[in-house]
DNA sequence: CTGTTAGCGCTTTCAA
DNA sequence: TTGAAAGCGCTAACAG
């Protein structure tokens, strides 16, 4: 026969006391010194914790946030992922985390999971094709931060200035003498990428420079169109790649066609990650300041749920910064 | 005014039936078909979703699991929660993310947060020093599968076979001709770096050579340590590190002594890591079967949890595979 | 400051 | 097969 785990009434009994007294002990309300304390003996005795899906249903809040991301084993969102824990940990929250895979039918499960969960808010990097009003009926009256990912004027969100960061990305390449500059990119239509890809056309179309896209539905193929490019008649003479993950892929088909140090292009990237330092050439990269906009999204998450925060939706869009390391020309 | 979230009872109301049929509906129990359309209807109609807490606090199950490991920016552990995740889904699990930050003290915190959410069943990567009595009685009658890290025979694991892929890590090295091999660490206190030792001292007692320990308490004074190595007049010619951080920080180290290729001491780190092919040279590893030690560390929880599993606690070892690239002299 | 009571949304007897 | 009623552990309202 297992010891069932103890309740206030447990409690209760033993500090000789009614279960609300314990209750009030527990959240921080006035009660008289000699109870405290005997009600403090009885909990320490029984080794009582309070029920958080008790409290949860009587209370209303679950003490619980949700966040679903497209995957944990990108650096980037494995990095937000650990802040958004650090953060919610400190409000006394704990997070349920779900991917979607950048599947629009995966969020939609995922988002009816947090539902059912009944998580206090959400922080959600949206899937690629996400629409806000779909979102947003999935959990009427959960509070949304996007994070990454700019979808709608209607939500919340914290983002890279992704227009701006490949403006200074692309004119520094320029800079190094480079004209035939092509973007490299996995799914052209997340929001972000959209975004970085208008930044590079506006300053290419500005210096009369022809445009040009390396794609691809998945990172196999994309790398399979980037050692065709490499080896084609008109390749370009530089790369900006929009992810971590594309900027890998790129690294794999130099290496794959075991292009000599003198033949591979210069490459500039979006997101650092750690070994970025550590390939050859090491990797200049468009840092995000991620702890700081996982900082923002998590201060305005907990804003809304406590509902201190005025009504509008809120974006908070901030720099990138560009590290110079050696692949982009610099020396 | 917010429009309540939905009940049974208003499905039931809507339905014309009473509440304990739409919840019998609702968990597949056989129900007449026009009442069983009615009930769908209402569902569909009031966009009605179970409320898990309510369901929790009656049933005494949550339906969530706690995955606690040191934290998500290792490329190893974010691996791990990914795969976590995706089997807890397809069993109708949510997963608590908590990180300890290899702090006994921060682990004991969110074995408290566990036990709290009251979740059914908890993975834990255990913090340098955990004791397993205190853990579990932190968590009294929740199964608890450690991954990565051993530390009782009483508590169900899933880990490498370290000293067996220690021997063949250290034996592939003594191969290539390397007589003076030292092995990096950061924390050697964590179970699994002991093992890895332990195989590595083995062979090398077999062979009756010096065994050489680099190490630190982090990451930091590690790369000084191994910098200082480096440029001693009795260093090692060649090296075995016990994690990707570790292989990192040795190539981090190398980087700042701005050490020419030949002087690059031949390496050999224990976890594969994306870009592990792309660093210069190609590192070779020994890799972990993740995904394959993943599946069983979910599927021992999920058995334990339904009791369907022999008392007699699990100790799963899963070989190493040594991935053969250039950093260990192979050409 | 304290105890009693009711009820959060669900499932589970128990009768019908 | 179905409905009524009780109760999971907690807290909020109310009365003392």
């Not at 002990?25 to 003996?41: F, K, N, Y």
């Not at 056309?201 to 009369?208: G, H, L």
């Not at 990269?285 to 005025?310: K, S, W, Y």
Request: glycine share 4%.
């Amino acid at each position: 026969m297992v010891k069932k785990r103890p309740t206030v009434t447990d409690v209760a009994k033993l500090a000789r006391v009614g279960a609300s007294t314990v209750s009030r002990h527990l959240r921080g309300v006035s009660v008289s010194p000699d109870v405290a304390i005997r009600v403090s003996e009885a909990i320490a005795q029984l080794g009582y914790y309070p029920d958080e899906t008790a409290r949860a249903l009587r209370v209303g809040r679950t003490h619980t946030i949700g966040a679903i991301i497209p995957q944990v084993s990108n650096m980037f969102y494995s990095r937000a992922v650990q802040l958004i824990e650090e953060e919610a940990g400190k409000r006394g929250c704990a997070v349920i985390l779900l991917t979607h895979q950048e599947s629009i039918k995966q969020q939609a499960v995922q988002l009816a999971t947090i539902r059912r969960y009944r998580a206090d808010g959400l922080i959600l990097a949206p899937a690629a094709g996400s629409n806000f009003e779909e979102i947003s009926a999935a959990l009427p009256g959960t509070p949304i931060i996007a994070i990454d990912r700019y979808i709608s004027p209607a939500m919340d969100s914290v983002v890279l200035r992704n227009r701006e960061a490949a403006h200074v990305a692309t004119e520094h390449l320029l800079r190094h003498g480079y004209k035939r500059i092509a973007c490299v990119v996995s799914r052209p239509e997340i929001a972000s990428f959209k975004q970085r890809w208008e930044g590079y056309v506006d300053v290419m179309t500005e210096r009369k420079l022809e445009t040009s896209l390396i794609q691809a539905p998945d990172h196999e193929q994309l790398r399979y169109a980037l050692t065709s490019t490499f080896v084609s008649s008109h390749r370009p003479d530089a790369l900006l790649s929009f992810s971590n993950r594309a900027t890998q892929t790129t690294l794999l088909a130099f290496d794959e066609l075991a292009l000599p140090r003198a033949e591979r292009l210069p490459l500039l990237g979006f997101d650092d990650f750690d070994l970025a330092s550590l390939v050859d050439p090491p990797l200049s990269v468009v840092r995000q300041p991620t702890e700081n906009m996982m900082r923002h999204a998590t201060d305005l998450l907990f804003r809304r749920i406590e509902g201190t925060e005025p009504v509008e939706p809120k974006i908070i869009a901030l720099p990138g910064q560009l590290v110079y390391r050696r692949s982009c020309g610099c020396s």
